[in-house]
């Protein structure tokens, strides 16, 4: 049971709809009743695929599908070896995808794992302590500092209570939270009454009335928007995926024509004929090419993982090199999720503070000068010092912190002043509340006065001041220059902290609320959660790569569009937030997504609804983030990339990538591998097809002539497999081309072979084709044995390869550059080649298995004459379209 608008009910209207007492809660039986109709509080587990159907999905390909209805006919025409040889290349395919593929998806049993094991609840008139997924929608629960919040509460009771919502909401303080009810359609950020299942009670105490349990809360939520996400298919995936439809369409097509014409126009028997065309269909299935993705993607992971960036799932390895927008969560991604102090205002200055996050260096700046012994500066750190309950600290090499973020963050900026302790020997002080808004200490100052240092709102503390704090004494408070002040900082996105004191305090004399009035006000502290310098360099060179950068967050729009500007995001000007994209429909938010680039108060169901418009335009779209909120957008973009160091589980299972140093910038190095990935990938395939295509053409071209086939299907796959083993392989070793992060992302209508692709593949496969066909003819009509012939034609196939490989290694640009012994791969690649291939001349099992004979050095030499023609020929039709032609 929940209702979107208990944070919008009185306690007494809650009573009554709940049917409950706030002072008894419920009755055993009552309990009972509730866990019958609304379940218990937990969440569903899903489903996980089982091995054995991970394992059986591997076959599930067009082109495999063909390649096993080939092993059969072979089989029932009692054509073992090729049997078992089609059979093998399946296999091993089949066995590599399936023992690469990532973890079945665990994000929903990180989410279950963030429910509070147990809840003190008041049931039958007394308190107990009870398994947190007994509780029901009224129950009442008792919340303390330390615990984890066990189901969705509307508070009724308070006291200095604050939550740390952050990765639920974004929010990178600990909220204060309060019983007071708020406007219907408030934003969750803005639900001060309400405090949400699996967030942290940081401070106080308080009691609140459970009004949603399990899925119903917004926990819960988050967890069926996840269920509910389709995984969007990698663009790699889906073009291959593409690819081997209209290829097998082909290969089924012209394997069907030629058989007709084999039968009806050729003297081939249908044995022969079935032979030949099972060779046909053989050699135009490029059998290599999901081995080779696989290895070239697994490379990929490495080189990622070397640059902080984790994998999880190979096929993401390509897709940060295609995307065309990032959406990034602020809090702990484009920011450090350390808040710190960066500004003092002071009646007569303003000063700058050095230093970001906890790390207790940095100095206090007027201008370009350190500041030292500075009156005013001293007693505001005292005042700072004497009110704080922090404490920062290192922890394996990091400064860590206890106690609030806002405390640390001014604990740190006193050290960097040089104030470390104060005389704070009277004990008597007034503890923060959300209901006066400031904390109060007596102390003993360095100048030996007795004074009630206060911190606090400075609006609460400035209604409380008659005067203001000078270098040398005080004057008449000027309340129009601190307002001033407080708007100037408060636009440049930085949270307004105050201090003052009162003075003339007696030693014996004790303290209360009454005493804080006449304050001299010393003045502001201006602390924000800083942007990192890393991510201000990283979203530069993501739009230099033409990469949109959007931040989507739960905090306000001022800070929002303060800490996107510094990063460079957006125009400076334009920020919208939830509650506007509440009342947006789809096909507006599709507009809204085109011309706004931040985007503040944003709710899970914001960010999954920002993610999808922007898919919907067409654009590829990467998500960032570290918190539960982030989950069901970082599953539903086509990569989601989550914070290793302060992500939670859920995101992190959720994302397919996993930034290890929760550096944003490490994003632009993923790009970066990810468009060399894509940019191997396509070399392998250029490298690869017209091996199939010249194979293809020798079939064709001895059924159309009708003569006996110049190489057999297991000769193919021999040729298919070692080629694709050792030559395409280099491939995935080449370096990042120069200019790669200048390019414009590969969109969604990108095609995977163009023009010229198309063309080269033709081109070579006619010269391949050419070479082995010719040669074989050459040598029958010499009066050369059957197998002699064949074995010179696939040497020829094979020095065609190795020869062309040289120019696979760049695009356009010619094989004899400079970068030609940059991968040594290739070489080792040449050198496991020459073996393989010698064994297949002249080992006598090779001969039986392959129907092949030992050659001579002429032989040798007339097949590698033949083969390098294809160098030479593509040297020069480079050439040809470098200066002719743009490149396609």
Same mark, same amino acid.
Request: net charge negative; aromatic share 8%; proline share 3%.
């Given at each position: 049971?929940?209702?979107?608008?208990?944070?919008?009910?009185?306690?007494?209207?809650?009573?009554?709809?709940?049917?409950?007492?706030?002072?008894?809660?419920?009755?055993?039986?009552?309990?009972?009743?509730?866990?019958?109709?609304?379940?218990?509080?937990?969440?569903?587990?899903?489903?996980?695929?089982?091995?054995?159907?991970?394992?059986?999905?591997? *076959?599930?390909?067009?082109?495999?599908?063909?390649?096993?209805?080939?092993?059969?006919?072979? +089989?029932?025409?009692?054509?073992?070896?090729?049997?078992?040889?089609?059979?093998?290349?399946?296999?091993?395919?089949?066995?590599?995808?399936?023992?690469?593929?990532?973890?079945?998806?665990?994000?929903? %049993?990180?989410?279950?794992?963030?429910?509070?094991?147990?809840?003190?609840?008041?049931?039958?008139?007394?308190?107990?302590?009870?398994?947190?997924?007994?509780?029901?929608?009224?129950?009442?629960?008792?919340?303390?500092?330390?615990?984890?919040?066990?189901?969705?509460?509307?508070?009724?009771?308070?006291?200095?209570?604050?939550?740390?919502?952050?990765?639920?909401?974004?929010?990178?303080?600990?909220?204060?939270?309060n019983t007071d009810t708020v406007e219907e359609n408030a934003v969750l950020g803005d639900r001060k009454s309400i405090c949400y299942s699996?967030?942290?009670?940081?401070?106080?105490?308080?009691?609140?009335?459970? #009004?949603?349990?399990?899925?119903?809360?917004?926990?819960?939520?988050?967890?069926?928007?996840?269920?509910?996400?389709?995984?969007?298919?990698?663009?790699?995936?889906?073009?291959?995926?593409?690819?081997?439809?209209?290829?097998?369409?082909?290969?089924?097509?012209?394997?069907?024509?030629?058989?007709?014409?084999?039968?009806?126009?050729?003297?081939?028997? #249908?044995?022969?004929?079935?032979?030949?065309?099972?060779?046909?269909?053989?050699?135009?299935?490029?059998?290599?090419?999901?081995?080779? @993705?696989?290895?070239?993607?697994?490379?990929?992971?490495?080189?990622?993982?070397?640059?902080?960036?984790?994998?999880?799932?190979?096929?993401?390895?390509?897709?940060?090199?295609?995307?065309?927008?990032?959406?990034?969560?602020?809090?702990?991604?484009?920011?450090?999720?350390? @808040?710190?102090?960066?500004?003092?205002?002071?009646?007569?200055?303003?000063?700058?503070?050095?230093?970001?996050?906890?790390?207790?260096?940095?100095?206090?700046?007027?201008?370009?000068?350190?500041?030292?012994?500075?009156?005013?500066? !001293?007693?505001?750190?005292?005042?700072? @010092?004497?009110?704080?309950?922090?404490?920062?600290?290192?922890?394996?090499?990091?400064?860590?912190?206890?106690?609030?973020?806002?405390?640390?963050?001014?604990?740190?900026?006193?050290?960097?002043?040089?104030?470390?302790?104060?005389?704070?020997?009277?004990?008597?002080?007034?503890?923060?509340?959300?209901?006066?808004?400031?904390?109060?200490?007596?102390?003993?100052?360095?100048?030996? %006065?007795?004074?009630?240092?206060?911190?606090?709102?400075?609006?609460?503390?400035?209604?409380?001041?008659?005067?203001?704090?000078?270098?040398?004494?005080?004057?008449?408070?000027?309340?129009?220059?601190?307002?001033?002040?407080?708007?100037?900082? +408060?636009?440049?996105?930085?949270?307004?902290?105050?201090?003052?004191?009162?003075?003339?305090?007696?030693?014996?004399?004790?303290?209360?609320?009454?005493?804080?009035?006449?304050?001299? *006000?010393?003045?502001?502290?201006?602390?924000?959660?800083?942007?990192?310098?890393?991510?201000?360099?990283?979203?530069?060179?993501?739009?230099?790569?033409?990469?949109?950068?959007?931040?989507?967050?739960?905090?306000?729009?001022?800070?929002?569009?303060?800490?996107?500007?510094?990063?460079?995001?957006?125009?400076?000007?334009?920020?919208?937030?939830?509650?506007?994209?509440?009342?947006?429909?789809?096909?507006?938010?599709?507009?809204?997504?085109?011309?706004?680039?931040?985007?503040?108060?944003?709710?899970?169901?914001?960010?999954?609804?920002?993610?999808?418009?922007?898919?919907?335009?067409?654009?590829?779209?990467?998500?960032?983030?570290?918190?539960? !909120?982030?989950?069901?957008?970082?599953?539903?973009?086509?990569?989601?990339?989550?914070?290793?160091?302060?992500?939670?589980?859920?995101?992190?299972?959720?994302?397919?990538?996993?930034?290890?140093?929760?550096?944003?910038?490490?994003?632009?190095?993923?790009?970066?591998?990810?468009?060399?990935?894509?940019?191997?990938?396509?070399?392998?395939?250029?490298?690869?097809?017209?091996? !199939?295509?010249?194979?293809?053409?020798?079939? #064709?071209?001895?059924?159309?002539?009708?003569?006996?086939?110049?190489?057999?299907?297991?000769?193919?796959?021999?040729?298919? @497999?070692?080629?694709?083993?050792?030559?395409?392989?280099?491939?995935? *070793?080449?370096?990042?081309?120069?200019?790669?992060?200048?390019?414009?992302?590969?969109?969604?209508?990108?095609?995977?072979?163009?023009?010229?692709?198309?063309?080269?593949?033709?081109f070579v496969s006619i010269i391949i084709a050419g070479g082995a066909m010719g040669l074989f003819l050459y040598l029958k009509n010499g009066?050369?044995?059957?197998?002699?012939?064949?074995?010179?034609?696939?040497?020829?196939?094979?020095?065609?390869?190795?020869?062309?490989?040289?120019?696979?290694?760049?695009?356009?640009?010619?094989?004899?550059?400079?970068?030609? *012994?940059? !991968?040594?791969?290739?070489?080792?690649?040449?050198?496991?080649?020459?073996?393989?291939?010698?064994?297949?001349?002249?080992?006598?099992?090779?001969?039986?298995?392959?129907?092949?004979?030992?050659?001579?050095?002429?032989?040798?030499?007339?097949?590698?004459?033949?083969?390098?023609i294809v160098f030479f020929a593509v040297e020069i039709e480079k050439w040809v379209l470098r200066t002719y032609f743009k490149k396609d």
């Amino acid at each position: 049971m929940s209702s979107p608008n208990y944070h919008n009910l009185c306690v007494q209207e809650i009573e009554k709809k709940l049917s409950i007492s706030t002072k008894e809660g419920l009755s055993s039986k009552e309990a009972a009743e509730r866990i019958e109709k609304h379940g218990r509080n937990e969440l569903p587990q899903a489903p996980k695929t089982p091995a054995w159907k991970r394992l059986l999905l591997q *076959f599930h390909n067009v082109l495999i599908y063909i390649l096993l209805a080939a092993a059969v006919i072979t +089989a029932l025409m009692d054509h073992w070896i090729d049997t078992w040889v089609i059979l093998g290349v399946v296999l091993v395919n089949a066995w590599i995808g399936f023992v690469q593929e990532g973890k079945a998806e665990e994000a929903l %049993e990180g989410i279950r794992a963030m429910l509070s094991l147990q809840a003190i609840v008041r049931r039958d008139g007394h308190w107990s302590d009870i398994p947190a997924e007994d509780l029901v929608p009224g129950d009442i629960v008792r919340l303390k500092a330390g615990d984890k919040v066990p189901a969705d509460l509307r508070l009724f009771q308070v006291n200095d209570l604050r939550a740390e919502e952050a990765a639920l909401t974004g929010e990178s303080i600990a909220v204060e939270k309060n019983t007071d009810t708020v406007e219907e359609n408030a934003v969750l950020g803005d639900r001060k009454s309400i405090c949400y299942s699996g967030t942290t009670i940081t401070f106080g105490e308080g009691k609140g009335i459970v #009004i949603a349990t399990g899925l119903q809360t917004e926990l819960g939520k988050i967890n069926q928007m996840m269920a509910g996400v389709k995984k969007i298919t990698t663009p790699l995936l889906a073009q291959i995926e593409n690819f081997g439809k209209w290829l097998s369409v082909i290969i089924v097509a012209v394997s069907t024509l030629f058989f007709a014409l084999g039968y009806f126009f050729r003297d081939y028997e #249908i044995a022969e004929l079935f032979l030949a065309v099972i060779g046909l269909i053989v050699a135009s299935i490029p059998e290599g090419l999901p081995a080779i @993705m696989t290895i070239t993607l697994a490379i990929g992971v490495q080189r990622m993982a070397s640059r902080n960036a984790i994998i999880r799932r190979l096929p993401s390895v390509e897709t940060l090199g295609a995307v065309e927008v990032i959406c990034s969560d602020k809090t702990g991604t484009l920011t450090r999720n350390e @808040m710190t102090a960066q500004k003092i205002v002071t009646a007569e200055k303003i000063f700058r503070v050095e230093g970001v996050g906890y790390k207790p260096e940095g100095k206090i700046m007027e201008d370009d000068q350190e500041v030292k012994d500075d009156p005013c500066i !001293n007693h505001l750190l005292e005042v700072l @010092m004497a009110t704080n309950n922090a404490d920062v600290f290192q922890e394996e090499g990091e400064w860590a912190i206890s106690g609030s973020p806002t405390e640390a963050a001014l604990r740190v900026l006193c050290i960097k002043g040089g104030v470390t302790e104060v005389d704070d020997s009277f004990e008597q002080g007034i503890p923060f509340s959300s209901e006066h808004k400031y904390a109060a200490k007596k102390i003993r100052t360095s100048q030996s %006065e007795i004074v009630i240092a206060v911190t606090g709102a400075p609006d609460n503390l400035l209604q409380k001041a008659s005067r203001q704090y000078l270098k040398n004494g005080s004057e008449e408070l000027d309340i129009r220059y601190w307002e001033n002040q407080i708007e100037e900082l +408060a636009t440049k996105g930085l949270r307004v902290l105050g201090a003052a004191v009162k003075t003339n305090i007696q030693e014996n004399s004790k303290i209360g609320h009454s005493d804080i009035e006449g304050l001299t *006000f010393i003045g502001l502290i201006g602390i924000m959660d800083p942007p990192r310098e890393e991510a201000i360099e990283a979203v530069e060179a993501c739009r230099k790569a033409g990469v949109q950068v959007k931040m989507i967050t739960g905090d306000h729009a001022q800070t929002a569009l303060a800490i996107a500007k510094t990063l460079g995001i957006g125009d400076g000007v334009k920020v919208i937030t939830g509650v506007e994209l509440e009342e947006k429909t789809d096909e507006e938010l599709r507009e809204i997504v085109k011309s706004y680039d931040v985007y503040a108060r944003t709710s899970p169901e914001h960010k999954l609804r920002l993610v999808t418009a922007i898919q919907a335009n067409g654009l590829r779209c990467a998500m960032t983030g570290d918190g539960v !909120n982030d989950a069901p957008a970082l599953k539903k973009a086509d990569i989601g990339v989550a914070m290793g160091i302060k992500g939670t589980e859920v995101s992190k299972e959720a994302a397919e990538m996993v930034l290890a140093d929760d550096n944003f910038a490490s994003i632009v190095h993923a790009i970066e591998e990810g468009r060399t990935v894509y940019d191997n990938i396509r070399k392998s395939l250029l490298f690869m097809l017209p091996t !199939n295509g010249g194979e293809a053409l020798v079939i #064709i071209a001895a059924i159309l002539m009708g003569i006996t086939m110049p190489i057999t299907p297991a000769q193919i796959l021999w040729v298919n @497999m070692v080629t694709a083993v050792t030559l395409a392989l280099a491939l995935a *070793f080449e370096p990042t081309e120069p200019g790669i992060m200048e390019r414009k992302p590969m969109g969604k209508k990108s095609k995977l072979l163009g023009g010229i692709f198309l063309w080269r593949i033709t081109f070579v496969s006619i010269i391949i084709a050419g070479g082995a066909m010719g040669l074989f003819l050459y040598l029958k009509n010499g009066g050369a044995e059957e197998e002699l012939a064949r074995t010179i034609a696939v040497n020829a196939l094979v020095a065609g390869q190795l020869f062309y490989l040289f120019n696979c290694r760049t695009l356009d640009q010619s094989a004899l550059g400079k970068n030609f *012994f940059k !991968n040594p791969y290739v070489f080792y690649a040449i050198s496991a080649l020459l073996l393989l291939q010698l064994m297949f001349v002249y080992a006598p099992f090779m001969n039986t298995f392959f129907g092949t004979q030992p050659l001579n050095l002429y032989q040798w030499t007339l097949s590698t004459l033949v083969g390098s023609i294809v160098f030479f020929a593509v040297e020069i039709e480079k050439w040809v379209l470098r200066t002719y032609f743009k490149k396609d």
